[in-house]
């Protein structure tokens, strides 16, 4: 497969100098893959940290500025960065009041933010860590133990980056991030396999005519194979999937994340959206505030998912808050 790159063993490494020229206002290290505010430290105010395997942009370095994350660690396509980077972020972001590591439930994440943990606190900083567990399709996949970590991750990391900003302390800050992650719940589908660099071919196989439901974000198998179905169709069963799950008052108003996998233009997630929003009306769930597009992706993958959060007046105040990155801006 035909793919706009050098190398696949130089993807990230020319993905990070391009953000760094792009955007100034990044503090981008291309040898450490380290991606922080050009700010930090900001002196009295807890830093946010996250990260990941590449190949899900924007997540994480395409959230990273005042209002979200203070820094993120990118590692190689679908692979966890390694604890190195993460007390490297953790390091240039504390400014007095410690750390939060936002972490997407999968096996290598959990466990090297873990180990960046314990590193961080022999050198003085301290550190709290939220795992982000939103998936409703299936439980102990392929990458995980437990559910997988996916869209509510963007939610988890755009509030408490908010709280986070306003001065919140750090337990503050992580109890903000934990009721986010606990009122939020995601169901993904794709309509095509992605590809990785190295790879060159379809990471699973998807036979022509046919959609994966509760897919992960990797490729991980969901619930099962079905014929193609209608952009209605699939609506009905993803928010029907999210809403049997979600905890909180059954009428209470939702954030709603209509998000792409990489592949699926804005025509279609919008359309996809209006369907949406008619099964979250016919079901009784107001809808206080919606974001469409593709935010927490799988490279080429064709598909969507959908993440509803339960949201009282303060969450939506920090949801509404100032934020100034690649991928969100508003309020400032």
């Known amino acids: 497969m035909t793919m706009l790159i050098n190398s696949p063993q130089a993807v990230v490494e020319d993905a990070l100098r391009g953000m760094a020229a792009a955007h100034p206002e990044l503090s981008v290290d291309v040898a450490r893959r380290l991606v922080v505010r050009r700010d930090a430290p900001v002196t009295g105010k807890v830093g946010l940290v996250s990260g990941g395997g590449s190949g899900h942009e924007p997540l994480h370095a395409g959230f990273v500025g005042p209002g979200m994350l203070s820094a993120a660690c990118p590692g190689e396509v679908f692979t966890s960065p390694v604890p190195d980077q993460m007390v490297r972020a953790a390091a240039a972001v504390d400014g007095g009041q410690g750390v939060l590591f936002v972490v997407k439930n ?3 994440d959990v ?5 960046a943990a314990e590193l961080a606190e022999e050198e003085g900083i301290r550190v709290e860590r939220v795992l982000v567990n939103d998936d409703v399709a299936v439980v102990d996949s392929l990458y995980t133990a437990g559910r997988r970590g996916t869209g509510a991750t963007l ?5 408490a980056g908010a709280a986070a900003e306003e ?3 750090l337990d503050r800050v992580a109890a903000v991030a934990r009721r986010v992650n606990e009122s939020s719940r995601s ?3 794709a309509l095509s396999p992605c590809t990785t660099p190295a790879k060159g071919s379809p990471t699973f196989e998807l036979p022509e005519g046919r959609m994966e439901l509760g897919i992960g974000i990797h490729g991980e198998p ?3 194979q079905r014929p193609a179905m209608t952009s209605r169709e699939i609506a009905d069963f993803a928010v029907g999937a999210v809403l049997e799950d979600l905890p909180g008052p059954a009428g209470g108003p939702v954030l709603a994340l209509v998000n792409g996998m990489g592949a699926t233009p804005l025509l279609e997630l919008y359309g996809f959206g209006a369907e949406v929003h008619r099964v979250l009306a016919e079901r009784g769930v107001p809808v206080a505030r919606t974001l469409v597009g593709n935010y927490v992706t799988s490279l080429d993958m064709a598909g969507c998912s959908v993440t509803l959060c339960r949201a009282d007046e303060e969450l ?4 509404d808050a100032p934020v100034r990155t690649i991928a969100l801006r508003w309020g400032c």
């Open 187 to 189: 169901f993904g589908v």
């Open 316 to 319: 939506l105040r920090w949801w």
């Open 167 to 169: 001065g919140a302390p």
């Open 106 to 108: 999968y096996t290598g």
């Open 111 to 115: 466990l090297n933010f873990e180990m």
């Open 155 to 159: 939610f988890v990391e755009k509030i």
């Open 222 to 224: 969901g619930r099962e």
